[in-house]
């Protein structure tokens, strides 16, 4: 059944400046991914996934509000959460462990996906201080390591940037990630590997993606691809 046709619950969730219809829409949109039905089967609210959750530690934030919104077919509720809740989810996936067979985080991966693609503005504010980041990631194919994290290059990052940076091989020291990889090392992508990569990011729409967020950082990384495809003389 298509959400717009279903109770239309009071303003409880807040938002009520924003239609219903287009709450529904949003709701609609998330229910159309061919991977929902396989992420919520309904919810037993046995908790489980919140005790295994590590954002539900630290942050008013339950994986269980969000099946069971779904369940529910709550739209004003997905609606909030989607303007709130799914930012606070680490995509750690331990919530898997549901014995209903549910994918709360992978619900969450769909909802953030329709934020983005639809230019919500809880999109735009979560990915505010990450636009270096995604231009890093996605210009040289690799992830950013923790060396550089350095204060000039994330100001806006707070003081434990800085404190993180001077101390670097302290924290290295304490808590190890598997690889330890640096800028010296693990770092480098073969040039067939990129070139890969940004084919996929085109083809795929992910790139697309990040217009609805941030026009200028799609315009560099479309001149950058489009310059680095061009240069290796592959035709999309
Ligand atoms: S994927 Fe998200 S909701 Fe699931 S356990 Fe991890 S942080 Fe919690
Ligand atoms: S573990 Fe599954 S069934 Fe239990 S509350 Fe979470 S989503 Fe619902």
Redesign the pocket.
Known sequence: MAASALYKAPDVAGYGDVPYEEKARLFDLVKADLRYPDYLY?????????AVCPSARFYDFS??RV??AAAREDVELIYQQMQEDIWECSQCFS?L????G?N?GGIITIMREVAVNNGLASAREALEGYSRIIYKIMSTGTQVSPDMLQPDAFPDWGPEVKDVSDNLDLWRRALPPETLHTTRTGWDVAPRTLVELYLIWFETGALDMIKGVDEGLHMILEEVMEERLEEEGVER
């Open positions: 309904g919810c037993y609210e046995c908790g489980i996934c919140v994986p269980r099946a069971q919530c462990r549901c014995p209903r549910n709360p």
